[in-house]
């Protein structure tokens, strides 16, 4: 399931780069990251900012199923992104699996 892939990648992100992250919703909302607070099978709890806004701290419960895009403000160097998702696997319930795509 779609699910379990974000919320594997999700827990498994550094925490500096879990700051910068924001997130995209299915209906095109972007939520810049102030902190994860949790990480369920299938619900993101963020405090964040709607983007373009300075309400901060803001409490978003995200499903999962509707996380569209997932972007790092402040990209990490690519020997560290390697370091990190070079011997990652995006496995998923079904089976399937993309490994080492370059």
Do not use: H
């Amino acid at each position: 399931m779609i699910e379990s892939t974000w919320a594997n990648l999700l827990a498994n992100m550094p925490g500096e780069w879990r700051d910068t992250l924001v997130v995209k919703t299915m209906t095109g909302t972007e939520i810049s990251v102030q902190s994860i607070v949790r990480i369920d099978s299938n619900l993101l709890v963020i405090r964040g900012r709607v983007a373009g806004t300075t309400d901060q701290g803001q409490l978003y419960f995200v499903p999962l199923e509707r996380l569209e895009t997932v972007c790092i403000q402040r990209p990490p160097k690519e020997d560290e992104v390697q370091k990190k998702f070079g011997e990652y696997s995006f496995a998923c319930s079904c089976g399937c699996c993309f490994e080492n795509i370059r």
